[in-house]
């Protein structure tokens, strides 16, 4: 025989399968995009680095010297 608590019972259960069913079939989150300044900025483009002959660092040929004493990198 049907009852009160049964029905009740059942609905609970069903509302918990779809409830569960729906957890599962969430879809992945969306990486999130990082901004700076409200709008992309350009990349520039890719270059060697170069090693100052005095000291050994690694600079980019147009940006300047190492900044230390007699670099032949222009500063």
Known sequence: MI???KIVLVALLAFVV???VRWLNKPAPKPVRR???GRAQPQ???EDLVACRTCG????????????SGCPQPR
Do not use: D, E
Request: aromatic content about 8%.
């Open 18 to 20: 779809w409830h569960v």
């Open 3 to 5: 009852t009160i608590p």
């Open 57 to 68: 660092a690694y600079v980019a040929p147009n940006a300047g010297g190492c900044g230390k």
């Open 44 to 46: 520039g483009a890719i």
């Open 35 to 37: 901004r700076t300044a």
